[in-house]
């Protein structure tokens, strides 16, 4: 179009250059829309598939009976794997976060936050190699307790990390409050700053025993070596447990063995799912009670 | 009472008051005392325990590094019964599924973290940041399972023949095996957990990138796509880099998943549509079955090769993420 030539009646659509460079722009939001339906899609598949598939194994038999009519003993095991972990881990957790939040200088809070990172990077297959070394080898004996130590390590960094984000936001006011009444940083800690974050503590170990409950690798040392057909409470033996069972299961090409192991992850899938979605929501309640 | 003081007259009532005062002050330097040591001990338990992580995994290594020294890494041969043993195919097989599932995964989730930040109306994007962050918390046994029983013959019955009959004149698309058992179903396994980790991350620096910057490039005429190519992009290029190092450190480290799919093969070969193995999983493939104290000893040495590798990518993520982070935005 000349400049001469200039039309006022034209209509006032972008051409030429313009036009291409609005459609790249489009086609890119297009792409950036599809990836995100992508993850969506692909989330939806694999909960479905295991929903659809566990749903048909489910019964009370099958929950509450021993192999090979049903998973109890392993939901039993796993329950008390990740009870011990969580017991062993969340004290440590929140200490941490304490002492990275009331103590630490600035480079003693540099080392322990990269010594939180690279826990939390570990591959939790070297923390199985680890425990097999640490316990398994010394006891002669694989033991859910070595299973729960394997766990608690996986958990800490989690829970540090998630204890911390919310001690920070402990209002400034309560603290000042308390020092002005002279209370010592002890009193306040356990009075006023571990009450305040409580429901964020709690959050991150919610979410920290759901990433727990379906580690397997570390579990494959630790406690593979069992009788699914046994109810059994003795955290000093390998206890059956979900995770390694799905493993053996799935690497067995035995139809029977498939039902079984999607019905497992459909009990683990759920726990988790609830978990974490109950977990959220308490975070959302405690950051809105903090910030008002 | 120190002796320096005046002697003061007190009566019964006021030095009883004293008396508790004083009881409290040193109650509470006992609890201020207790309380830090607790949490140093706390502190210093994690440090040890990396330390002690480094030092069993060398330790349980000892025999085989001692053996084979560092010529483990380019050995090929993997034959428990003849008791020889090499990492080549191993570390062959987990670099080439990483880095195939990174290539696969970080613009998928890179795209993710600029739809959530910068397209998604608020409502949409609070359904599906938790979404996609549900992803990852998926078991990888379960994954794996899935990946066994629905995705790999979908690999081998659709997807590998259509990759090998448009791509076949590229070796790494070669013909499909029986079972959908290869280094490519392990793959696209791997770009499933590692998109959730780089597009959380992702999304968090594209957040943080200020708003008056981007409104400037707009007011520059610049359409959407320009002000994500010219502004949004390079000013978190090394923040992208940091997480999708993360991304990687996971792909890397993962047994299970990759055990249960990748058909445990031995050989190195050009196509990603045969079998292969990865360090991680052939750990938790032969760990329990180990019988001679070499065979373990391999094993561990495996895990020392993964502990390395891990710890570097983690470490160099963590340099980059700190030392390039865009105005307070950081890479975790």
Redesign the interface.
Known sequence: VSRAGFDPTAPLTPSGNLRRRQLVSRFAEYGATGAAVFAVAVLAIVIYTVFSRGVSALSLDFLFQAAPAGIGPELVGTAIIVAIATAIAMPIGVLIALYLTEFAGSRSTHLIRLTLDLLNGLPSIIIGLFIFGLIVKPQQTQSGFAAAVALAIIEVPLIARGSQEVLLLVPLSLREAGDALGVSRWRSVLGITLPTALGGIVTATVLSVARAAGETAPLIFAASVFDPGRYSLNPFEALPNVPVRIFQLSEEANPTGFAEAWGLSFVLVSFILFASLGARALLARSRRKLAS | MSSAAPPVLLDGAQAARARSAQRRKRL??L??R???A??????L???A??L??GY??V??AAPAISKYGLGFLTSTTWQPNFGEFGAGSLIFGTAISSLFALLLGA???I??G???SL??PAGVRGV?A???E??A??????????G???LAPFVQGTLEPFLHDSFGFIPIFGAPETTGASIFTASLILT?MV??II?SISRDLFTAVPRDVQDGASALGA????V?RGVVLPSTSSGIVAASL?GL??A?????AVA?VIGAGSEIQASLFKTGDTL?AR??NQ??GALTEMHKAS??YL?VI??VI??VS??VA?WIGRRFTFQGATA?
């Open positions: 509470d330097r609890g201020d207790t309380l830090f607790f949490c140093l001990l706390a502190a338990l994690a440090v325990t990396i002690l992580v069993q995994v330790s349980g613009p998928i989730a795209s993710i600029l739809y959530l397209l998604a599906v938790p979404l996609v549900m992803l918390a998926i078991p990888s046994v379960i994954l794996g399972f899935w066994v029983l629905i499933i998109v959730p597009a359409t959407r796509w320009e994500v993360l450190g996971r890397l480290g993962e047994a299970i249960q991680a750990i938790a760990f329990p094993l561990f895990g993964l502990l891990g710890l983690n470490l963590q975790r």
